[in-house]
């Protein structure tokens, strides 16, 4: 269970974190004065810290300060009104991880409480890198008994007391991440922050800004000076997931960090230094990447002082039972019936580690008798059968410039050649024929309305050549 501990001398502030908040698996403690939260962290040990700036005749900045000292992996989100928004910022320089205005807008805070608890997570849950089931109580680890995860426990424990950036690589589900967090645990920097970022999850347009901050007027909707996450993971552990996915203006200010250890916020004129340990992850290929002119090849070589490469499941099949045994004792310590365990080591496995751990979760969830049957497992892992992936983003837009470059090549040679016109007719007809002539069905495949479809057809005369052939 996590705890958040709500300082305030609002009594009907805290009572509004506690409607909120409470659940069984978070627990809201609350605190009205300095003196008081110093106690109930002292006691209790939260995850996150809830904190006005002002309470009463106190400074919230002032605890701030007293808390990073005592303890700077503690998470800390700042609470102000509209009219001291300049003050928060100053918290943000200090340490805080963000700060939320009042009033609230609820759907924010919440994102941004249950993001500030997965980053208290990351730092508060010790990854092994070599677990030992029987003898340690690790709350997750990596595990694999197969020469090629031998391999990454070594590489993990020689760059891991060191400040060396490391690119960690790895299909999806790997546990790249399970990695970067061994890592961070097993360093120096153990008791200094640890930040995680997924740079595919946030928009190009807003990526440069959440590293590096912005300064007040930047961009359209920049009312604030914003503090990025760099600033605030000073002296800690930065962890860049899904890095091939950054646009190239954003490397060439993580390559400057690299390099000289300061950047600008989007905006500024300010060189500001900070210390930060870079780990970055991929799942793709980064000198496919750089081949293709969308990866830095100078970065490139700044973030692979060290590499360290996640297998794929399917190529270290002797590490399934060892996997399934660990997520078993995690979750439910149902054993396993040993033709269902054989099924598991059979299959292929596209979605990896990550892929299994669900599997097994799902078969706890249905299993009738006291171990898990074949009969448990997903149709496609007993038949061996994964489902057709769902293409990539990357992919489709690959496969629609090609097309769009083939018609246009077309239009240049023969001027009577209409591009639109010829499009529209050939979705249509092929619609038409993948539906059996539903027009109903068809509209919705094409995602226009059935009224729409008929002007088309009868436009282009399709459903009169449909009959003909």
């Known amino acids: ?93 200090l340490g805080a991880y963000d700060y939320v205005l009042k009033p609230f807008d609820v759907p924010q805070l919440k994102t941004v409480i249950t993001s500030a608890l997965k980053a208290a997570r990351d730092m508060r849950e010790v990854v092994s890198y070599q677990p030992l089931l029987d003898k340690e109580d690790y709350a997750a680890g990596i595990v694999g008994k197969s020469a090629a995860m031998q391999e990454v426990f070594k590489r993990i424990g020689q760059v891991a007391p060191t400040d060396a950036t490391v690119l960690i690589t790895g299909e999806s589900g ?88 300061e950047f600008q916020r989007v905006g500024g004129n300010q060189t500001i230094r900070v210390n930060v340990r870079v780990l970055a992850a991929t799942n793709k290929n980064p000198e496919q990447l750089i081949a293709e002119k969308k990866f830095r090849e100078d970065l490139y070589y700044r973030l692979n002082v060290m590499r360290i490469h996640l297998p794929p499941l399917r190529e270290r099949p002797e590490d399934i039972p060892v996997l399934v045994d660990y997520f078993l004792q995690k979750a439910g310590k149902r054993p396993i019936a040993p033709e269902a365990l054989a099924l598991l080591q059979r299959y292929p496995w596209p979605g990896n580690v990550r892929e299994l751990e669900n599997v097994i979760q799902r078969a706890l969830v249905v299993a009738r008798s006291d171990r898990i049957r074949v009969e448990d497992l997903p149709a496609e892992v007993s038949e061996g059968r994964p489902p057709l992936a769902t293409p990539s983003p990357e992919t489709v837009a690959k496969t629609v410039d090609e097309a769009v470059a083939v018609l246009f090549d077309l239009a240049r040679r023969d001027p009577q050649f209409r591009i639109i016109a010829s499009v529209e007719r050939e979705l249509i007809a092929r619609a038409l024929q993948t539906t059996g002539g539903n027009q109903v069905h068809a509209a919705k495949l094409l995602g226009i309305t059935r009224a729409t479809l008929r002007k088309r057809i009868e436009k282009y005369g399709i459903e009169r050549r449909l009959e003909v052939s």
């Open 1 to 93: 269970m996590q705890k958040i501990l709500v300082v305030d001398d609002e009594a009907d502030i805290r009572r509004a974190f506690r409607r909120l908040f409470e659940a069984p698996e978070l627990h809201v403690l609350e605190a009205g004065t300095p003196a008081e939260a110093l106690t109930v962290i002292a006691q209790e040990q939260p995850d996150l810290v809830c904190l006005d700036i002002r309470l009463g005749a106190a400074n919230g900045l002032e605890l701030l300060r007293k808390l990073r000292q005592l303890n700077p992996r503690l998470l800390v989100l700042m609470m102000t009104a509209y009219g001291t928004t300049h003050t928060a910022i100053e918290a943000m320089k």
């Open 174 to 261: 790997t546990g790249k991440e399970l990695v970067a967090r061994a890592i961070y645990h097993h360093s120096a920097r153990v008791q200094q922050p640890f930040l995680a970022i997924n740079c595919a999850a946030i928009p190009e347009n807003l990526l440069e800004s959440e590293l590096f901050g912005h300064e007040k007027g930047a961009f359209t909707g920049a009312g604030e000076r914003r503090i990025g996450k760099f600033e605030q993971c000073d002296g800690g552990t930065i962890f860049l997931d899904e890095i091939g996915d950054m646009p190239l203006a954003t490397q060439t200010k993580i390559l400057r960090v690299l390099q000289n250890g």
